[in-house]
Nanobody, 119 residues
Framework: QVQLVESGGGLVQPGGSLRLSCAAS????????MGWYRQAPEKQRELVAS???????NYADSVKGRFTISRDNAKNTVYLQMNNLKPEDTAVYYCNAERGSGIWRTNYWGQGTQVTVSS
C-alpha cells in the first residue's frame, strides 16, 4: 500500500513563503506523475502543480511564477516551494501520485496539510 505523507503547512503572512514536502513509502520513480492539489472550503479540489517523470511540468495559472514543484529521487520526496503567498492560497494541500494510464490508472493521495495565509 502506497503511503504519501505531507508536511510543511502552517500559518504564514501574505507575501511569505512555505515549502511543502511529500514523502512516499516507495521509490517515486515508480510513479508516472506526482503533483499537488488543494481544496479550499466549499470549493472543488484543484490541481496546483504536477510533474511527470518524462520531465513535463504543469502549473495552475494562479500560481505560475510563485510556486515551484521539484523532487528528490534519493529521498523519495516531492516538494512544493510556495513564494509570495496570498490569502487566496489558503487551502488544504494534498500530495498525489499517479501510476498507469487509462482504465489502469491508479491515484494515491496523502492526508493533506493545511496552509493558511493571513495577517
Amino acid at each position: 500500500q502506497v503511503q504519501l505523507v505531507e508536511s510543511g503547512g502552517g500559518l504564514v503572512q501574505p507575501g511569505g513563503s512555505l515549502r511543502l514536502s511529500c514523502a512516499a513509502s516507495e521509490s517515486i520513480l515508480r510513479f508516472d506523475a506526482m503533483g499537488w492539489y488543494r481544496q479550499a472550503p466549499e470549493k472543488q479540489r484543484e490541481l496546483v502543480a504536477s510533474l511527470t517523470f518524462t520531465g513535463r511540468f504543469n502549473y495552475a495559472d494562479s500560481v505560475k511564477g510563485r510556486f515551484t514543484i521539484s523532487r528528490d529521487n534519493a529521498k523519495n520526496t516531492v516538494y512544493l516551494q510556495m513564494n509570495n503567498l496570498k490569502p487566496e492560497d489558503t487551502a488544504v494541500y494534498y500530495c498525489n501520485a499517479e501510476r498507469g494510464s487509462g482504465i489502469w490508472r491508479t491515484n494515491y493521495w496523502g492526508q493533506g496539510t493545511q496552509v493558511t495565509v493571513s495577517s
